[in-house]
Every structure is written in structure tokens, then in C-alpha cells.
């Protein structure tokens, strides 16, 4: 029996992220989970159905981000914890990655950790990673075949073109992605059925976090600016014989730095 925790993320439809003045994620319109974290759930399941055990996933963010959670339960998460406090807001990664361990800390110990390489909002992808440090455990990336014996995780990685075996004792945090797997299809009956379920949902103080080392306060990254990148196009139309074209052409490569001499 393997218990597993699966971070998941509730993120908006990519095309609708928006960034307020402060830097702030304004979260309105459509909210998906994060897809690489449904990558993260797949391995994990896929886990459980060879070695038996429970998966938990967890959550920091909004009560909204309870959906998330509850399309977790739809795809065969047993369980479901929604760390949600206005305390956290403006939090950064590092607070991000402080609460994620306290909480797995305070429910598990959990022998596997499956977390998302990248959440499409933030795109930091840092929490993964730093959750790792701060729990003291190892990190394996790229995975694509996992083995569990004698309580020791075998698993072969993509390095490259090749492929790596490597092996840890437990517990282990491994992050996947649309590379790792196909997530599994969960159909509407599994979905009416995970929303007449519930999350567990706990705050700051339950996980013994103190204000101040939260949110704005507690967060030592600050968003200095935000601007759009402006992509320059320049539509240029050649003209003459293909000599005189080739000419033109060549010049205006090494006019724009595209072309060294
Ligand atoms: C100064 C600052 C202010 C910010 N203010 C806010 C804010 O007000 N509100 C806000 O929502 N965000 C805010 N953010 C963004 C927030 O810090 C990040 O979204 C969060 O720390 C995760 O980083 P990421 O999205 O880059 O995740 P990544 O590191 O790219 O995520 C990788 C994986 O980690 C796991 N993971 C990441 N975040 C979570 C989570 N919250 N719960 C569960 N699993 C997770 C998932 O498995 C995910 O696939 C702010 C960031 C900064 C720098």
C-alpha cells in the first residue's frame, strides 16, 4: 500500500490569464487544472491500481480552487485538502512551497509526491522543486517508468535520447508532465458523483503558519514590473532578378545582426 499525494493547481485557460497592477493573478473566467498536474494524477493512479493505496491531492489557492479537487475525486483521487486563507493572497513561491509542506507534513507521512513540472499561470516552476528542499526529500523529473521494491522507487527517466534508471529510497517528489502519460477520461457520471462529495479545507493557523510569513508580508519575491512583449514584424518585399533579390536578401540579414560575415 502507497500513500501518495498529488499537488494540483487551479489555474485559468491560458488564454485568459491576466495580471492586475500590483502583479496580482486576476483569477476570473474559465479555471482548469492545471494540465500538467492531471499528468502528475495519472501517474499516480496508475500507481495505486499496481500497488494499492490512497491518494491525496492538495491544493493552495482560492475556494473556488475546490473544483479542482473535486475533478481530482471525478478522475479516482480519494481524497481531497484545500489549504484556502485571504491571509495567502499576494503570497509568493517560497510561501507557496512553506504551506504545500506543512501541509503534506501535517497529513502524511506520504510516500510518493507527485506535483505538475509547470503550473501555466505562474510558470515558475519552481514549487516542485523547492518543496523537495524544504522537506528534505529527492526530486526526479522526467520519469517514464516507475517500480516501487523494498520500499525503494526505481524509476527510468528520459535523459536525452537515452533512457536512465535510477532508484531512491522513499519517500520521493516526481514531477510529470504531457510528456510522461495521456491522463485518463473521466466520464459524467464519475464527475456528478466527485461533485456531490466534499474537500477538507484548512487555513493558516491550522497549519500552524503565522500571518506575517505569509501573503505580500511573508513573500520575499516582489513584481518590480509587468509589461506585454510586443513582437516587431517588418513585412519586406523583394524585387528585381533573383541575383539582385539574393543581394537585397543578404544585405538585409546583415543589416538586422542575422547573418555574421
Ligand atoms: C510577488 C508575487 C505575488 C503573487 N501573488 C499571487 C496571488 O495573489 N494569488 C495567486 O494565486 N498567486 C500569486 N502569485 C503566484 C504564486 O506565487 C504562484 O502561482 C505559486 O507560488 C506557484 O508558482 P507557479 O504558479 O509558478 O507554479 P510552478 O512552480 O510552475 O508549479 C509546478 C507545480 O507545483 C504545484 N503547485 C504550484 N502551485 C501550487 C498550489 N498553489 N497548490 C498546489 N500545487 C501547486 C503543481 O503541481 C504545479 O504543477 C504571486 C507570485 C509572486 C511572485
Known amino acids: 500500500m502507497v500513500n501518495i499525494a498529488v499537488l494540483v493547481k487551479q489555474v485559468p485557460a491560458s488564454q485568459s490569464v491576466k495580471m492586475d497592477k500590483n502583479g496580482m493573478l486576476v483569477r476570473e473566467g474559465d479555471l482548469i487544472v492545471n494540465p500538467d498536474d492531471l499528468a502528475a494524477l495519472e501517474s499516480a493512479l496508475r500507481i495505486k491500481e499496481i500497488y494499492g493505496g490512497q491518494i491525496t491531492t492538495v491544493s493552495m489557492g482560492p475556494p473556488q480552487a475546490k473544483d479542482a479537487l473535486l475533478e481530482a475525486?471525478?478522475?479516482?483521487?480519494?481524497?481531497?485538502?484545500?489549504?484556502?486563507?485571504?491571509?495567502?493572497?499576494g503570497s509568493d513561491t517560497w510561501v507557496t512551497t512553506k504551506v504545500l509542506a506543512a501541509c503534506?507534513?501535517?497529513?502524511?507521512?506520504?510516500?510518493?509526491?507527485?506535483?505538475?513540472?509547470?503550473?501555466?499561470?505562474?510558470?515558475?516552476?519552481?514549487?516542485?522543486?523547492q518543496v523537495s528542499?524544504?522537506?528534505?526529500?529527492?526530486?526526479?523529473?522526467?520519469?517514464?517508468?516507475?517500480?516501487?521494491?523494498?520500499?525503494?522507487?526505481?524509476?527510468?527517466?528520459?535523459?536525452?535520447?537515452e533512457s536512465q534508471q535510477t532508484q531512491t529510497a522513499l519517500p520521493v517528489i516526481l514531477t510529470a508532465?504531457?510528456?510522461t502519460n495521456?491522463?485518463?477520461?473521466?466520464?459524467?457520471?464519475?464527475?456528478?458523483?466527485?461533485?456531490d462529495a466534499s474537500v477538507e479545507t484548512i487555513d493558516l493557523q491550522q497549519l500552524g503558519i503565522d500571518e506575517n510569513d505569509a501573503g505580500v508580508?511573508?513573500?520575499?519575491?516582489?513584481?518590480?514590473?509587468?509589461?506585454q512583449i510586443v513582437r516587431k514584424r517588418e513585412n519586406k518585399r523583394l524585387e528585381g532578378t533573383d541575383k539582385e533579390m539574393g543581394n537585397q536578401l543578404i544585405e538585409l540579414l546583415t543589416r538586422n545582426n542575422l547573418l555574421k560575415t
Open 104 to 129: 503534506l507534513k501535517r497529513f502524511g507521512p506520504f510516500d510518493l509526491i507527485f506535483a505538475g513540472v509547470e503550473a501555466i499561470d505562474g510558470n515558475t516552476a519552481h514549487v516542485p522543486y
Open 217 to 227: 508580508k511573508g513573500s520575499p519575491t516582489q513584481v518590480l514590473k509587468i509589461s
Open 177 to 179: 508532465n504531457k510528456q
Open 182 to 195: 495521456r491522463p485518463r477520461y473521466y466520464d459524467l457520471q464519475r464527475i456528478k458523483h466527485a461533485f
Open 73 to 89: 475525486k471525478a478522475m479516482g483521487a480519494d481524497k481531497g485538502i484545500l489549504i484556502s486563507d485571504p491571509k495567502l493572497k
Open 133 to 161: 528542499q524544504a522537506m528534505k526529500i529527492p526530486l526526479i523529473t522526467q520519469f517514464h517508468a516507475l517500480k516501487i521494491e523494498h520500499n525503494r522507487l526505481i524509476a527510468n527517466r528520459i535523459k536525452g535520447h
